[in-house]
């Protein structure tokens, strides 16, 4: 009679869909000082607002930025600006004030948006690897190749494949039913640890997870170590070692952008799918991921190249001459 119960139960649940209320939203467990690093993020959010704010108004107010090396540029500070915004003021919220429980609709969203912007940040580290590659192996080329139209076209089909892919691992997590432990052990929203909560068959959403997993992580990075890899092939053959500086110069910072991105995100799924990984381990890397490379764009990528330093130098020397003026 209790199988049989228990078979009654189970087909009534893959039937109607347990949905809770709300989450409970853990984050770290047994660290103590912990608020001093939620004063850090709040810290990082505003430096990352400021930079990119400013990253993105120069871009728009200087002709000469208006290439398509800037609008791939302009896509990555917008993406950082918002993928920070769909972030961090929530955990504040959440954390400092202490209001841990989400709505269940909320919590959905909170995880679109995150997830959204973080696979939208990753192909356009990819696309910038795409820019340096044609920029160093087809230096001739490179205007015919990287126009304005095809980046254009580049960015959309990156925007719209990554709405569909959020919205479909979102989609899915609304089929699961939710009736033991409401307690997600993260800072926000996440996918795993959330999925991990469900009571009924979640086979799907693990196949989903991982396509995800390899089309908005996998993919970009190996496409940018081959591009790099022609790139080293390309510098190998130029004879003077001061053009060979100058043209790894405007690569570096890109490197330093895709590895502080890639690293903590990689190193995480690595260790979830190889052994057990401490939660609070999962959550620093994973918010290390969303956080600090939307800090160091606007700072190591944009403001330090000549262009925008030019581009800023005539931008304040325009409005200067009005101000004297009138």
């Not at 139209?149 to 609304?174: E, K, M, Q």
């Not at 908005?216 to 890899?229: A, E, K, M, Q």
């Not at 800090?295 to 800023?312: F, G, H, Q, R």
């Amino acid at each position: 009679i209790n199988t049989l119960r228990q078979s009654l139960n189970q087909v009534i649940m893959n039937i109607t869909f347990v949905r809770p209320e709300k989450f409970y939203i853990s984050g770290f467990n047994n660290i103590p000082y912990t608020q001093y690093f939620y004063v850090f993020l709040c810290f990082v959010y505003v430096m990352t607002v400021i930079g990119n704010v400013f990253l993105l108004s120069v871009i728009c107010l200087v002709r000469t930025l208006h290439s398509p090396k800037y609008m791939i540029v302009f896509n990555l500070a917008l993406t950082d600006l918002c993928g920070s915004t769909a972030l961090i003021p929530k955990v504040l919220d959440t954390f400092l004030f202490d209001r841990r429980y989400i709505l269940y609709e909320a919590c959905l969203g909170n995880m679109f948006f995150v997830s959204f912007f973080a696979g939208l940040q990753s192909w356009t580290l990819a696309c910038m690897a795409y820019d340096r590659f044609v920029a160093i192996c087809f230096p001739l080329r490179y205007h015919s190749i990287v126009s304005k139209r095809s980046v254009a076209v580049i960015l959309l089909v990156i925007w719209l494949i990554i709405l569909f892919l959020s919205a479909l691992t979102v989609g899915n997590i609304n089929r699961l039913s939710f009736c033991g432990s409401l307690e997600v052990q993260s800072l926000y929203c996440d996918h795993g640890p959330l999925n991990r909560l469900a009571c009924n068959d979640r086979s799907l959403n693990n196949i989903m997870a991982y396509v995800v997993l390899i089309l908005v992580i996998c993919i970009p990075l190996i496409l940018i170590v081959i591009t790099y890899v022609f790139i080293s092939i390309a510098l190998s053959r130029i004879a003077s070692k001061v053009e060979r500086l100058r043209a790894l110069k405007t690569c570096s910072s890109h490197i330093i952008l895709v590895v502080t991105f890639f690293l903590p995100i990689v190193t995480t799924n690595i260790a979830a799918v190889v052994t057990y990984l401490d939660p609070n381990i999962r959550i620093i890397n994973t918010c290390f991921t969303h956080t600090i490379p939307s800090l160091l764009n606007p700072i190591i990528y944009s403001l330090k190249t000549e262009e925008v330093l030019n581009a800023i130098k005539k931008m304040f020397q325009r409005n200067r001459l009005k101000i004297i003026a009138n």
